[in-house]
């Protein structure tokens, strides 16, 4: 799969005893958003990969969350510039450790999502 002239494949399978995620992921870098279930003010991030059940991100901003936080995310699968409220993905922070500026957090979604083939790759 291609994304902006970068190949995009799913990553690579670790066996059963070394992941236990049900969902392909892969890596797949795009600007998102996102928000305590509890708070109005979104705060800037970028995911790194993603699957059906999940995601992990990198926040750009101040904000420590922690293992449990309620979520809501949006991410531009597209280029467009707004993202609209029925479109938002709630999910439960599963890690957070902390990053260069940020924090790396994996969510795991309430209800897994579909992902457009066009976002993995443009030309399908």
Not at 100 to 105: A, D, H, L, V, Y
Not at 107 to 121: G, N, T, Y
Request: proline share 6%; aromatic share 4%; hydrophobic share 40%.
């Amino acid at each position: 799969m291609i994304d902006k002239n970068r190949i995009i494949e799913p990553l690579p399978f670790k066996g059963p005893e070394n992941d236990r995620r049900r969902h392909t992921r892969w890596a797949l870098v795009r600007a998102c958003k996102l928000r305590r279930s509890s708070t109005i003010a979104f705060e800037a991030a970028r995911t790194r990969d993603v699957s059906p059940g999940g995601a992990k991100l990198i926040t750009m901003g101040t904000k420590i969350y922690a293992i449990g936080d309620r979520i809501e995310l949006a991410v531009a699968w597209s280029d467009e510039a707004v993202v609209n409220q029925d479109s938002l993905i709630v999910g439960r922070v599963v890690r957070a450790t902390p990053a260069e500026s940020g924090q790396t957090i994996a969510l795991e979604f309430e209800q897994p999502i579909s992902i457009d083939a066009s976002v993995l790759d443009p030309a399908a």
